[in-house]
C-alpha cells in the first residue's frame, strides 16, 4: 500500500505501530487445518486490550505469470480495498480508517500479508470481512481503475523517486532477476496490462485456504474463536497450490551499474550501495552469516533515521533475498572512496576475532528468528512474526545452538563463499541533472 509501502521495504528490528506489548498469553494453542487445507494460528492474551487478524499467503511476487509482473502486488491491493461481503468497495484511507491501531497490506517475493487491529468488540464482524475476502472477493474495472495509479506510484517510488530505497531495490534486482522482463514489485507496462479477468482468476484459483495461514493474537477467547473460524471458512474451497515459480536468471554480479533517477523527495542524495545474496536460513553458512551482519548492525545501523537512508539491510522474515550496505555521498565525496569504505566495514565484520559477546548480540538482534518475541512493540507485528515463523518452518533452537557453535574458521569459510568479491552486486545511484543542480 502506497502510504505504508517505505516502512514495509525498510523495516527495522524494532517495527512501532499500536505500542501495544503482547504482554503474556493464557496458553499457546498448537497450530492446526480446516479439512480445507486453511492453517490457523491462535495467540490469546488476556493482558492485551486489542485483537489482530492477520491472513499470510504462499505465494507473492516470485509466482506472477510470465509477461504479468506485479500481478500479486495489483491483486493486495484490491483484495483490501474490493467489495466483500456486506462490505462495499473503498479507497485506501477509508481501509486506513478502519484500522487505527495498525495494519499492513504487504507482497513479498514468497507471501503476501494482510493483516488489521481492531477491538475485542470487533472480532465477530472483523471475522467475517477476512472470511468476505477469501470466499467473496468482488473485483471491478472501477477497482483496477483505482489502484493501478497507486501500484505505479509505489514502484516509481521504488526504483528512483526515493533513492536510498532506488539504492536496496536495483540491488535485489541483480541479485535475485525476475525472468523476462519482471521486476519486484511488478514492471510498469506489465502492470497496465493486466486484466479484469485474469486478477478475478488469480484470486479464485490462489487466495484459498489451501495457501494460506491464519494467526489472530490478542484480547480473545481461543474456544469461541476455534469455533466462529470453523462457521466462517470450513466452506470455502481449498483453492490450487501456488503456480510454479519460473527459473530464476543468475545473479547480475560484478562491475558498478550507475543507475540515474529522478527523485520525488527533498534534500536527495546520491546512494552507494554494494550487495549479497544471504545464505538460506538454517544452512550451515547461515548462523556465521548471521554473527557478521549482527557486528555490522551493532556498528552502523545505530545512525539510522526513518526516511533516511539505511545502513544495513537485512531483514530475514521480511526479504531473506537481500543483503545490503549503503551510504549517501555528499558532494564533495567521489563514489570510490564510499564504496571503498563498505567494503572496509565489511571487511572488519569478517576478521575481527570472535567472542561470546558477539554471539549474544546475534541472538538479540535477530529475536525474530528465536522466537523471543518479547521485543515486539505492536500485535501486527507479532502476528507477523508468528506467521512467517511457521511459514519458513525455522527450527528456533537448532539456530540458537548453530549461533553458538560458530567458530572464527566459519566466518573465513563465509568470506570466502558468500562475501566473495566476484558475489558482489554494486550500485550507484545519481541524481538526474545533478551535475547542474550542485555546481
Sequence with gaps: MATNRIKHIIFTITVCVSFEAPASFA?????????????????????????AFLMLFNLGGAHDPIGKSGMAHLLEHLYVTAAAGDTPARNIR?????????WNAQTGLDFTVIA?????????????????????????EADIAREVPRVLQELRNMYGGIPWLAGLNHVRARLSPIPQGGQYGGTPTHVQTIMLNELQQFWKDYYKPNNAILVIAGKFDAAEARKSIHENFSQIPPGKSPPIKPPTPAAKTGGAHRITVKPMVKDATRIAAIGYTPPTIGNEEYAPFLIVVSRLWSSRQRTFQMGKVQPVYYIPLMDPTTF????????????????????????TALTSKLTPQDKQQTLNIFSSLFDKLEWILDLQSFAFTVGRQYQLQIDNQALIDAVQRVTDADIQLLAASVFAPEKRVTVIIELENYGKTNK
Design 94 to 102: 477509508q481501509f486506513m480508517e478502519r484500522y487505527p491501531a495498525g
Design 324 to 347: 545490503a550496505l549503503q551510504a549517501e555521498l555528499s558532494d564533495e565525496e567521489d563514489s570510490k572512496t564510499v564504496l571503498s569504505e563498505l567494503n572496509q566495514h565489511l571487511h
Design 27 to 51: 496458553e499457546t494453542p498448537e497450530p492446526y487445518k480446516l479439512d480445507n487445507g486453511l492453517t490457523v494460528i491462535l495467540r490469546p492474551m488476556p493482558k492485551a486490550s486489542k485483537v
Design 116 to 140: 488489521g487491529v481492531v477491538e475485542p468488540t470487533q472480532f465477530a464482524e472483523e471475522l467475517t470481512d477476512v472470511a468476505a475476502r477469501m470466499n467473496d472477493l468482488r473485483i471491478t
